[in-house]
Nanobody, 127 residues
Framework: QLQLVESGGGLVQPGGSLRLACAAS????????VGWFRQAPGKEREGVSC????????KYAGSVKGRFTISRDNAKNTVYLQMNSLKPEDTAIYFC????????????????????WGQGTQVTVSS
């Protein structure tokens, strides 16, 4: 059974850091492009970052560029999202998603492109 599980969320003060992980089971994550998305209360789910199958191409939303870094370890079947300089507006449930096709440009941040989703992990940035 194909499954994605996010971990690493929690409560952090503004300016702090967290590293999220997206672990896959039941399939080889290296055969899939992966995106990170987030959804704040009352808002639509938005794309945060995405990475190609090999990890050679990445994309970031403007709101997180320079603060977040996406990476992957295909040997561990896991994709990471390192989040630094966190702000209260980063508070949301963070989801990872996978798809067999990688779309160049902003299309890879389009949630409708992804077939497989995890259940999400809560990130709260507050003092």
């Amino acid at each position: 059974q194909l499954q994605l599980v996010e971990s690493g969320g929690g409560l952090v003060q503004p300016g702090g850091s967290l590293r999220l992980a997206c672990a896959a089971s039941g399939f080889t994550l290296g055969d899939y492009a992966v995106g990170w998305f987030r959804q704040a209360p009352g808002k639509e789910r938005e794309g945060v970052s995405c990475i190609s199958k090999s990890g050679g191409v990445t994309k970031y939303a403007g709101s997180v560029k320079g603060r977040f870094t996406i990476s992957r370890d295909n040997a561990k079947n896991t994709v990471y999202l390192q989040m630094n300089s966190l702000k209260p507006e980063d508070t949301a449930i963070y989801f990872c998603a996978a798809d067999q096709k990688f779309y160049l440009g902003s299309a890879c941040l389009d949630r409708l492109r992804y077939d497989y989703w995890g259940q999400g992990t809560q990130v709260t940035v507050s003092s």
